[in-house]
């Protein structure tokens, strides 16, 4: 049984590896714990020294680190490079903020002294995706390494050459040789694979990112186990657009917020909710904005939209696509298979979107906008939250507190206003309803996978 990378632009399959037994599995958390026992005993300024020559590693590798994610997945190399170099950013902040993070807290109580204190946990099992092969592992990795736990990896099979680079990238630094681990399990035996990690005893919390349906699953598993688990799953983010708002600032953001990654992002725009005082404007604008754009070889530093990550990734999309026209969607822009090699798929642009269509409540994950029509500020955020997910959103006018208000009542964990969504260490990140809970970065990030615990002296 083996893990294949296949290049999605050129369909060419880069390399196959080898599938872990279930007793080198056991070996790898064995070896985890190991190591773990030693460095939860650091001091914070010990943990710090290799994290800080990890950002350096990140950047000195950069290029060849892009090179992997781009032929692995097809992100456009440009925006491949520029993930390494978030990822650099998070550790340089956690470097410089997790002791204060983490550091006791006083309480007054009738008590002579009282606290709270912060300690690790142990293994952390991660379980990430594809779409941002190295930037979800380090969010969710250098906060929790930081906090002095150890972490193991499952990578998606496909993004393996991804997996094992940031591996080696953790050993460089200096890190113990097992506090980060990667283990390879064949799609087929994830099922018994991954229960018997998120369910071993060595194992005290699971973070996952993905789609919802994987993690309902491995959520069950972690809660049977009474394992703590934090939850970054999918998302149908509204993006409004009031009839004030400056469009040509708004589509600049709209675009790339739908675009970037070939849309293949649980941030990225999926509907946007558009005041019918501007619509045609917007349309038109939109249209000509994403024809703009080239899509092709993501090697090539011109390229703006890469290829879907898998074939059969681009099916369901087209599905999604023509499902949607078939229920009264108007077609705009793009819609059609290109010919050739490559999981490519155009720029595509449906309107006249209403409830029941797949472009209305389902996850689009790939360069599809949606333009649903409202009449005013109620019936914008009325269909925003009309989904069973709740991740991102984004608002545009040039009246702030008009988008405050609007802000105030949408059902989601983020909410930018004249802006993109993303993700910044600096902020928590994370969703309610079917996208998942808990929080990723800032202060919150790094204190879901630690003991908060209190102490009490008479």
Not at 34 to 52: C, V, Y
Not at 207 to 220: K, N, P, Q
Not at 252 to 273: D, Y
Not at 318 to 324: K, P
Request: hydrophobic fraction near 40%; charge should be negative.
């Amino acid at each position: 049984m083996a893990l294949l990378s296949i290049n999605p632009a050129t369909e060419e399959t880069i390399a196959s590896y080898k599938d872990m037994p279930l007793k080198e599995l056991e070996s790898v958390l064995e070896l985890s714990q190991s190591d773990f026992q030693e460095w939860s005993q650091l001091s914070f300024h010990l943990r710090q020294i290799p994290l800080i020559t990890l950002a350096g590693v990140l950047r000195d590798n950069k290029e060849k680190y892009g090179k992997i994610i781009s032929q692995e997945m097809g992100k456009p190399i440009v925006q491949a490079e520029a993930e390494v170099e978030k990822c650099a950013w998070v550790c340089e902040f956690y470097a410089e903020k997790a002791e204060e993070f983490l550091s006791p807290e006083e309480v007054e109580t009738e008590a002579s002294q009282s606290w709270v204190a912060y300690q690790p946990l142990g293994i952390v099992l991660g379980i990430m995706p594809w779409n941002f092969p190295f930037w979800q592992v380090f969010r969710f990795a250098v906060p929790a390494m930081m906090a002095g736990n150890s972490v193991v990896v499952k990578h998606a099979p496909n993004v393996t050459g991804s997996a094992l680079a940031i591996e080696e990238s953790f050993r460089e630094a200096g890190f113990p040789e097992n506090l980060y681990r990667t283990v390879l399990i064949a799609p087929e035996n994830v099922p018994e694979h991954s229960s018997m990690l998120i369910e071993h005893p060595l194992v005290k919390a699971v973070t996952v990112t993905g789609s919802t349906g994987a993690g309902r699953y491995i959520a069950a598993k972690a809660g049977m186990a009474l394992k703590k688990s934090v939850m970054e799953l999918g998302g149908n983010d509204p993006y409004i657009v009031l009839e004030d708002a400056n469009l040509e600032e708004t589509i600049g953001a709209c675009v790339l917020a739908r675009l970037q990654n070939a849309g293949q992002s649980c941030i990225a725009a999926k509907r946007f909710i558009v005041n019918e005082n501007i619509r045609e404007k917007f349309e038109e604008f939109l249209v000509r904005h994403m024809t703009a754009k080239k899509m092709g070889n993501p090697l090539d530093r011109s390229t703006d939209i890469g290829p879907i990550a898998r074939v059969d990734l681009r099916e369901g999309l087209h599905r999604q696509v023509e499902e949607s026209i078939k229920a009264g969607a108007t077609l705009l822009l793009g819609g059609k298979l290109p010919e050739g090699k490559g999981y490519f798929y155009p720029p595509t642009i449906l309107t006249n979107v209403k409830k029941g269509m797949p472009a209305y409540s389902e996850e689009t994950f790939g360069p599809v906008a949606s333009i649903i029509t409202v009449e005013d500020d109620d019936e914008a955020v009325k269909i925003a939250n009309d989904s069973e997910y709740g991740l991102g959103s984004a608002i545009f006018t040039q009246n702030i507190s008009r988008a405050q208000e609007i802000a105030a009542k949408l059902e989601t964990g983020n909410c930018f206003i004249n802006s993109m969504v993303k993700s910044d260490p600096r902020l928590p990140f994370g969703g309610v309803k079917q996208s998942g809970y808990g929080r990723e970065l800032s202060q919150f990030g790094i204190r879901e996978f630690v003991n908060i615990k209190t102490h009490y002296i008479k």
